[in-house]
């Protein structure tokens, strides 16, 4: 063989190697990929089933309160139940609109400034009476012991 064939051949063999190399590169990044693909479609597998069992749960959960099980289910389907809280609701709004008026001590205390003033001093002179108590007991209590 002469010199030229040898170098034409060496080069041919250097272009196929180099084209090995890069369909190799090629391969690996293509299972890299591939890998990436994979662990992808495993979350979002589990994703499906989570979502599922969720659904199933809610399914499960609105058949009970469609049966009247449970609390919610008891209020859904009870007229009794719901006539109940339908009364104590109205004897709360009765309840407020006092409160809201003025009447009795609560709704005073609302609208009287006077009142919550006079209570407000009140507790501040409590107080004062507590920690000077508390400061001098022997001035409040007084023992006295006696025989006959």
Known sequence: MTTQTEELLFVLLCIVAGLLLIAFIRILLLLR???KL???EKKLEQQILDQQKTILDIR???ADLDAGKGTAGKILKSDELHNEIVATLK???VTMDKINSGQ???GQLMVNPALYDSINGSTREL???LKDFRA???KFLHIKLGLF
């Open 38 to 40: 994979a662990d992808r």
């Open 91 to 93: 004897r709360l709004d």
């Open 136 to 138: 001098n007991p022997k």
């Open 60 to 62: 499960k959960m609105l």
């Open 104 to 106: 009795g001590t609560l």
């Open 33 to 35: 990929q591939r890998r």
């Open 127 to 129: 107080n004062g009476l």
